[in-house]
């Protein structure tokens, strides 16, 4: 789909009011990029997964369990998630 207006601006900077429509046609770099200038420009590529995949879920939480876990930085989902493994292994009745 070719966009109506150029995408950027003469200085080749990105014009400052893209419509919906051209920015849901952007695509991220990996899918346009040739593999040596990803390379190149050090764009970041998730391997393949380790784990088995984790479920999606929306929790509330107290802010102090969030203001906790997020105090020690990234992975604060992941340290979340490692605290309820451990109390579910020391607590198995618990339902």
């Known amino acids: 789909m070719k966009p109506d207006k150029p995408l950027t601006t003469r200085d080749g900077e990105l ?3 893209l419509t ?3 920015l849901a046609s952007f695509r ?9 200038l990803q390379n190149l420009l050090g764009v970041r590529r998730r ?3 380790k784990m088995p995949t984790k479920v999606a879920t929306t929790v509330r939480l107290s802010p ?8 020690g930085g ?7 998630d490692d605290a309820l493994k451990v109390f579910i292994s020391e607590h198995p009745t618990f339902r």
């Not at 991220?28 to 040596?36: K, R, S, T, W």
């Not at 990234?74 to 979340?80: D, I, N």
């Open 15 to 17: 014009r400052a009011n």
């Open 20 to 22: 919906e429509k051209e």
């Open 28 to 36: 991220p770099a990996a899918e346009v990029l040739p593999d040596d």
């Open 47 to 49: 391997g393949p997964q």
């Open 64 to 71: 102090e369990v969030v203001q906790h876990f997020k105090a």
């Open 74 to 80: 990234r992975g604060w989902q992941t340290r979340l």
